[in-house]
């Protein structure tokens, strides 16, 4: 990955070079890159690699979910904050999950209790189960379910690409 890298921006330097301005431009540069860009996903295959921007998508697919969790969940927070009567049942739940390392479980955990309405309480020493406190376990465990599976597809497309 790093290769590619180092491959890109010399492919970039390179078209700098021939274009022969003076001064050179971050504009001629940008340009060469993004047609570095380009030369290295046609040829990522022949280097038995993944092409290297992939996990940088990966990244920002993970930056968007966590965004529109948290609009979602923090939507459902502020409607039961806001109704007259507060009628919510608090609980505590347990996931299995199939995360395996220690940046991806902790990863987890963090989004987790970042997303309002729910809090990771405690991971087990082996790092595959979690306890979630969550606001009101009747209507917000299936949505804290379906959240958690999002995040974990998310993150195991980060770390295991």
Known sequence: MAG???LNLFIALLWVLLQDEMPPRFSTFLTGFIV???ILYVLH???GTQFYLRRVFAIVQLIFIFNWELLMSSYVVLKQIMTPKINITPGIFTYK????TDWEVTALA????LT???VVMEVTPEGDMFYIHAMDIETSKDSVLRSIVKFEQAIMEVTRS
Not at 97 to 100: H, P, Q, R
Not at 110 to 113: E, G, H, N, P, V
């Open 4 to 6: 590619q890298f180092l």
């Open 110 to 113: 963090l989004l987790l209790t």
């Open 97 to 100: 999950t199939a995360l395996e």
């Open 116 to 118: 309002p309405g729910s």
């Open 36 to 38: 570095g860009i380009g």
């Open 45 to 47: 295959r022949f280097y």
